[in-house]
């Protein structure tokens, strides 16, 4: 997961608080991702940046909020936490010049709304 | 619509025995397909992948051969190895949209001694 950093690892939430998951990279790529995982489900993207101050939704925007201000930085925001969001949630980028569509993925952030 | 499914798990083989992991696909137009992998604990990384119509990605005694006549892509090895149990992920992915990659629902591996 080198390159593509994000924090926190594991977070309760009570529901109706709010938080940013932060995701970083160092690798100057435009093209940035979170995805959220569910058990039996794969993963469905949320949101997607193709560049800084572009963003744009994804299969399951509802209930995230995300900015992409600069490039390194692509945080996602949950404003008013429900239980339906509890998950595994990974950040990703395009490794560019794989040839085809590869993404290196964070370790991931383990969200629990109770 | 775009979409990707893959055979149902968990899984059970005992060491050295053949695997095979099916997937299958549909899309519009010509997507490239990959495999990727999640150990317990981990975020996902890719196995290997396919860009084209009869390509065979392989990596790690994994392969897979991109099958347009059937909308395949089965992950096959022919020894399994207890390093090898963990969650696998078979994706899509199209010319043109941003990069976002389809994923199947994933299928666990557990290999045991």
């Known amino acids: 997961n080198a390159g593509v950093t994000q924090t926190p690892k594991f977070r309760i939430l009570k529901i109706g608080q709010s938080m940013t998951l932060q995701c970083t990279q160092d690798m100057n790529h435009n093209y940035m991702y979170w995805y959220r995982q569910d058990p039996g489900m794969g993963l469905k993207l949320i949101y997607y940046?193709?560049?800084?101050?572009?963003?744009d939704k994804g299969e399951v925007p509802n209930g995230y909020n995300v900015s992409r201000s600069t490039t390194e930085d692509f945080p996602l925001r949950l404003e008013l936490a429900a239980p339906s969001q509890t998950s595994v949630y990974f950040c990703?980028?395009?490794?560019?010049?794989?040839?085809?569509?590869?993404?290196?993925f964070g370790a991931g952030s383990r969200l629990t709304v109770l | 619509g775009n979409s990707v499914t893959q055979m149902e798990g968990p899984v059970t083989l005992s060491e050295e025995a053949f695997l095979t992991i099916n997937c299958t696909y549909t899309?519009?137009?010509?997507?490239?397909l990959f495999w990727y992998v999640q150990y317990p604990g981990e975020g996902l990384q890719l196995l290997l992948k396919?860009?084209?119509?009869?390509d065979k990605g392989s990596n790690k005694g994994f392969e897979a051969t991109y099958r347009k006549e059937t909308t395949s892509f089965h992950l096959e090895k022919g020894s399994v190895q207890v390093s090898d149990s963990a969650v696998y992920f078979c994706?899509?992915?199209?010319?043109?949209?941003?990069?976002?990659?389809?994923f199947g629902q994933g299928t666990e591996l557990s290999v045991k001694p």
């Open positions: 940046s193709v560049g800084a101050g572009i963003t």
């Open positions: 899309a519009t137009g010509y997507p490239s």
């Open positions: 396919a860009t084209k119509a009869d």
């Open positions: 994706a899509l992915s199209l010319y043109n949209q941003g990069g976002k990659l389809i």
């Open positions: 990703a980028i395009i490794s560019e010049g794989s040839g085809a569509n590869v993404l290196t």
